[in-house]
């Protein structure tokens, strides 16, 4: 077996992202064979993929979640994390790549720059990583390389896009790379081997070479005042010179070297390693992480090999076998012998058994756990993705900041006594993907799972099937409603007076009722005067009251907003008593409703809609006829963020049919606003719908 233990110095931890249906499996697929790590080339929708084991994945042909895998190569050692793409499990990709030193932002050629691109490059920006980009699938039908290129600076203005090489061919004629540093062309073969022949520059390319080559040497002489200097007197470089500051300059963020690639028949992924171990910085030679300290402010975090153990859980997940598995990066320092850590967020002490460095599911012991190093661990207690551990410090690292949850599901179980369970899975759920929440619904007595989006839910539920054996119905959650009175009506009996033989039941209350502004909820006044209903009895009113409103009268959603006065009332010395005036609370509220009438209220949520400008008509189109309201547009290079109010009832299933118009290019945030009266030409449809209405039974 391999020897998976390295020094910091050797080790290179390289994310890799972009949009779904870019390649970036198929390259990291690429590269475990072209190292000698597979003996075969992996593909996701045969089953044979190293790195989208799970089920799901090979199901879709997609990756739902970082997975992570370790090569050698020139000497080094490369953790690959291969990210989602899919919008629905987009934040996991962030949270992977803080874990990275270097982002390799994939871009499918035919498609050029798309929305999730945008995300996890701008992400790697924010985060000061050096940047590649590999221009994947140039054997595909429209690839178009220059386009790319064009697309690329135009979305990203302040960035230097630097091609290392000129590709051989296009679409089904791409054969392989002139790499402008070698001044050779590599020419591939066919057999999806991996295996290349260097020869001269074709003639036909000679020109175009020499063009990118002289584009190349200026822009690195651009970020060198001496290899400027130089360039202006004698308009040359040398191959090394250009070189030594090309790394300079990637690792500085000032150059992003641009690749081509074709990795589904193996094309091109042998530069890419190449780039990754000489160009891209190790763990020690990185930029400060940032963290917060012990009082919550934020700090910097210094990858010292020498320093006190910090890592950054970046990935979790359930082994159907071997448990729960821990992904941590180590940011400084090295695991204590002992294993002993501290679990930043609760405080808790945790023991670190043995580590492994992962090449999917396969696990290969890693005898010293060191700075930079990726690894994971099996069965700590009480450790979640973000969660930092560390021994000697009480500094910790910046969590990713995960959004509010765009989709939901009210959920039950399907099978007898499988309700415990269910708890527990969904926690285990979690502990894989903090995008997701779980929630309790007072009105239908449901849990919710809460999630971002409805593809990412159906996802979730799957795997709880399989791994942990608890299967459950879905439904779209009951929109809370709620119902409030319509007008302010006085003097109102309630009257309850039960006779069965013995003691009897009897209480009489006068209340008025009245609306409160919205966001008012409810105020109970007493001003009883002269004793019409004794002072120990008071309380029993308003707790009938309060509990009638629970269930209101038109279509069983809680009441709201609401002022019950109580003004006058009889009771009986003998009769009289808690019940009794409970009873009289909530008939009287029942009263002073069929009087004063019910309005109904729906909850409303602020959205902010971010598409392509060209589809930005049908956007708005769509949201004014879900009863929006549109606050605003503002549009930034190629997007519109639209803002709008609208109806939950008109939006449960909007992150699919956004995806759906948009092409998976939209994204969006809601928040929640308050509560609006509903139209009353939707009475009818929300009172016939609702399952919350029952029969008064009151007595």
Not at 217 to 231: G, S
Not at 556 to 572: E, F, N, S
Not at 667 to 687: A, S, W
């Amino acid at each position: 077996m391999a020897n998976a233990n390295f020094p910091s110095a050797d080790i290179r931890n390289v994310a890799l992202v972009g949009h779904g249906g870019c390649g970036k499996t198929a390259l990291a697929e690429a590269i475990l064979f072209d190292t000698g790590a597979t003996s075969r080339l992996g593909i996701t929708v045969d089953g044979t993929s190293v790195l989208d084991f799970e089920p799901e994945e090979q199901k879709r042909g997609g990756s739902i979640a970082t997975s992570f895998a370790w090569v050698v190569h020139q000497g080094k050692k490369v953790n690959l994390l291969d990210t989602p793409g899919d919008g629905n499990f987009i934040y996991d990709a962030l949270t992977a790549v803080r874990g990275a030193d270097a982002a390799i932002v994939v871009v499918s050629a035919p498609d050029g720059v798309e929305v999730q691109t945008e995300r996890v490059f701008n992400e790697a920006l924010n985060l000061e990583l050096p940047r590649v980009v590999v221009i994947n699938k140039m054997d595909r039908e429209r690839a178009n390389a220059d386009a790319v290129l064009a697309e690329l600076a135009d979305t990203w203005p302040s960035q230097k896009f630097v091609p290392l090489q000129v590709p051989i061919g296009a679409e089904a004629d791409f054969s392989g790379v002139v790499s402008l540093l070698q001044r050779k062309a590599l020419n591939y073969g066919s057999d999806g081997s991996g295996s290349f022949e260097k020869t001269d520059v074709p003639a036909a390319l000679v020109d175009e070479v020499e063009a990118a080559w002289e584009a190349l040497v200026e822009h690195v002489a651009e970020t060198d005042e001496e290899l400027l200097e130089q360039y202006l007197e004698t308009f040359e470089l040398s191959q090394d010179q250009v070189r030594a500051a090309l790394r300079t300059a990637v690792d500085a963020g000032d150059l992003v070297p641009v690749l081509f690639t074709a990795a589904a028949p193996n094309i091109g992924a042998q530069a890419v390693l190449d780039l990754i171990t000489w160009a891209l910085p190790s763990p020690i030679a990185r930029a400060a992480f940032p963290g917060i300290d012990r009082a919550g402010d934020p700090t910097e975090i210094e990858a010292v090999a020498g320093g006190p153990f910090i890592a950054q859980v970046i990935h979790t997940f359930m082994d159907e076998f071997s448990g729960k598995q821990t992904i941590f990066r180590v940011v400084s320092g090295q695991a204590p012998a002992d294993g002993g850590v501290d679990n930043q967020r609760t405080g808790q002490h945790e023991r670190l058994g043995a580590a492994y460095s992962l090449r999917g599911t396969d696990r290969t012991q890693v005898d010293t756990v060191v700075t930079g190093d990726i690894v994971a661990v099996a069965k700590l207690k009480d450790t979640h993705t973000n969660d930092t551990l560390s021994a000697g410090t009480d500094l910790s690292v910046a969590p990713t900041r995960y959004p509010p949850p765009m989709f939901s599901y009210a959920i039950h179980v399907t099978g007898k006594g499988e309700e415990d369970k269910l708890k527990g899975a969904i926690e285990r759920l979690i502990d894989e993907d903090p995008t997701l929440s779980l929630s309790y619904d007072e009105l239908s007595h449901k849990m919710v799972l809460q999630g971002m989006g409805q593809q990412h839910l159906d996802m979730s539920i799957a795997k709880m099937a399989r791994k942990f054996k608890v299967s459950v119905q879905t439904a779209l959650p009951a929109v809370p409603y709620k119902e409030t009175i319509k007008r302010k009506v006085t003097g109102i009996e309630g009257k309850h007076k039960k006779q069965t033989g013995g003691a009897g039941q009897f209480g009489v209350a006068y209340i008025d009722v009245e609306p409160l502004s919205k966001g008012g909820s409810f105020e109970f006044v007493d001003k009883i005067f002269g004793g019409s209903i004794p002072k120990q009895l008071i309380p029993s009113v308003e707790k009938g009251v309060r509990a009638r409103m629970n269930n209101g009268f038109l279509a069983g959603y809680p009441i709201v907003d609401l002022k019950v006065t109580l003004v006058d009332g009889k009771y009986h010395p003998v009769d009289s008593k808690d019940v009794a005036f409970q009873m009289a609370g909530s008939k009287g509220l029942k009263a002073a409703f069929i009087k004063g009438g019910t309005k109904l209220l729906e909850p409303v949520y602020k959205l902010q809609v971010i598409v392509p400008t060209d589809a930005m008509g049908d956007i708005m189109g769509d949201l004014t006829s879900r009863r929006g309201r549109i606050q605003g547009m503002s549009p930034s290079g190629k997007k519109t963020s639209i803002e709008a109010v609208v109806p939950l009832a008109e939006i449960q299933r909007y992150a699919p049919d956004l995806r759906a118009m948009t092409g998976g290019q939209g994204t969006f945030t809601m928040t929640f606003v308050g509560y609006e009266d509903l139209p009353g030409n939707l009475y009818d449809k929300v009172v016939g719908a609702s399952p919350f209405r029952k029969d008064d039974d009151e007595d």
